[in-house]
């Protein structure tokens, strides 16, 4: 493809009205393919640098979410390269489960900080410290974006996407906040949950000591207090939140490594399957879109001993060709 031809098609997705909803998709499978590469990034960079406004923190928190939804394999750590740090911020497109993604635009330019990536594949788990020694505990399929040191940042602000447990140093002085695509949320020294994948409809924020306060992203900028053992869900689709009690000792085995469900969809059992596991599953939804299960399973119990019991439940036979369960 000539360089030219990319070009175009950058310049008329930018323009938004050339494309249906079905188009940006195409555009979102074309911009993530492999072929290319080089020249898409170079448009991109291109961009970029025609635009006439400043970035900020989070246009590069923005930005790497990008480059992890182009890369999804990659468990890194790395700085944000030379170029991006001084180039001026541009409305950037990538689609992922049919959202589009804006870059953040602002007039003025702050110092920026150098941000740091944590990515943790399918499969995997880990336990990382922030520069405050704040404790945090990633679950898989997620990544958690955060200053190289928290020195001349007023606030001790990570972004997230996916799941993790963060035991907060405490600092007064220095609020420590999380930022999700639906929720903030801030807190002094506490032990909390956040769980905010990009694929799911709703997230999760699960307190267990102290207190955080949930800024939930929706039109009314509504606030919410959490007290220990209450957990907000908060959805997408409605922009509203509910605040629930929960079992704490089950949340707690969960995050030790048990997989449990209470009155969960066959849909969320699989979802929690491919993370856990690193599979994907095919099978027919709407057959599948009715029932509700309550399951426990030991930590290290095998995916063949969980299919076998949900086959006996939801009645289906199954087969895992390399990487794939397929149910029928």
């Given at each position: 493809?000539?360089?030219?031809?990319?070009?175009?098609?950058?310049?008329?997705?930018?323009?938004?009205?050339?494309?249906?909803?079905?188009?940006?998709?195409?555009?979102?499978?074309?911009?993530?393919?492999?072929?290319?590469?080089?020249?898409?990034?170079?448009?991109?960079?291109?961009l970029w640098d025609e635009a006439d406004c400043q970035s900020t923190q989070e246009t590069y928190t923005d930005w790497r979410r990008l480059q992890r939804q182009l890369h999804p394999h990659k468990k890194s750590q790395r700085l944000l390269p030379h170029w991006l740090q001084a180039a001026a911020a541009v409305v950037l497109l990538a689609i992922t489960a049919g959202s589009t993604y804006w870059l953040t635009r602002q007039h003025h330019r702050?110092?920026?900080?150098?941000?740091?990536?944590?990515?943790?594949?399918?499969?995997?788990?880990?336990?990382?410290?922030?520069?405050?020694s704040t404790e945090v505990q990633l679950n898989s399929g997620s990544l958690l974006v955060y200053?190289?040191?928290?020195?001349?940042?007023?606030?001790?602000?990570?972004?997230?996407?996916?799941?993790?447990?963060?035991?907060?140093?405490?600092n007064p002085q220095k609020p420590f906040i999380v930022k999700t695509l639906g929720v903030d949320v801030q807190a002094l020294g506490t032990v909390f949950t956040i769980e905010s994948y990009p694929d799911e409809i709703f997230s999760k924020t699960t307190l267990e000591e102290g207190s955080v306060l949930v800024s939930m992203k929706n039109p009314k900028q509504e606030t919410v207090i959490l007290e220990p053992n209450e957990q907000l869900c908060y959805s997408y689709t409605e922009q509203t939140g509910?605040?629930?009690?929960?079992?704490?000792?089950?949340?707690?085995?969960a995050r030790n490594g048990y997989l449990i469900f209470e009155h969960a969809t066959f849909s969320e059992i699989a979802d929690a399957l491919e993370r856990e596991f690193s599979v994907k599953f095919q099978y027919d939804a709407i057959r599948h879109a009715e029932g509700r299960y309550n399951l426990k399973f030991l930590p290290g119990e095998s995916l063949e001993s969980i299919l076998g019991i949900l086959r006996q439940l939801a009645g289906f036979r199954y087969k895992i060709q390399d990487n794939n369960v397929i149910i029928y």
């Amino acid at each position: 493809m000539a360089a030219n031809s990319i070009r175009n098609i950058f310049r008329l997705y930018t323009h938004g009205k050339h494309f249906s909803l079905r188009g940006k998709k195409l555009f979102g499978k074309w911009l993530r393919a492999s072929d290319h590469q080089e020249e898409k990034e170079c448009q991109i960079k291109s961009l970029w640098d025609e635009a006439d406004c400043q970035s900020t923190q989070e246009t590069y928190t923005d930005w790497r979410r990008l480059q992890r939804q182009l890369h999804p394999h990659k468990k890194s750590q790395r700085l944000l390269p030379h170029w991006l740090q001084a180039a001026a911020a541009v409305v950037l497109l990538a689609i992922t489960a049919g959202s589009t993604y804006w870059l953040t635009r602002q007039h003025h330019r702050p110092e920026v900080p150098q941000l740091v990536e944590m990515f943790i594949p399918y499969g995997e788990r880990s336990n990382i410290f922030l520069p405050d020694s704040t404790e945090v505990q990633l679950n898989s399929g997620s990544l958690l974006v955060y200053p190289r040191q928290f020195d001349h940042c007023e606030t001790r602000t990570v972004y997230l996407t996916g799941e993790a447990t963060f035991r907060v140093k405490k600092n007064p002085q220095k609020p420590f906040i999380v930022k999700t695509l639906g929720v903030d949320v801030q807190a002094l020294g506490t032990v909390f949950t956040i769980e905010s994948y990009p694929d799911e409809i709703f997230s999760k924020t699960t307190l267990e000591e102290g207190s955080v306060l949930v800024s939930m992203k929706n039109p009314k900028q509504e606030t919410v207090i959490l007290e220990p053992n209450e957990q907000l869900c908060y959805s997408y689709t409605e922009q509203t939140g509910t605040v629930n009690r929960i079992d704490m000792t089950l949340f707690k085995m969960a995050r030790n490594g048990y997989l449990i469900f209470e009155h969960a969809t066959f849909s969320e059992i699989a979802d929690a399957l491919e993370r856990e596991f690193s599979v994907k599953f095919q099978y027919d939804a709407i057959r599948h879109a009715e029932g509700r299960y309550n399951l426990k399973f030991l930590p290290g119990e095998s995916l063949e001993s969980i299919l076998g019991i949900l086959r006996q439940l939801a009645g289906f036979r199954y087969k895992i060709q390399d990487n794939n369960v397929i149910i029928y």
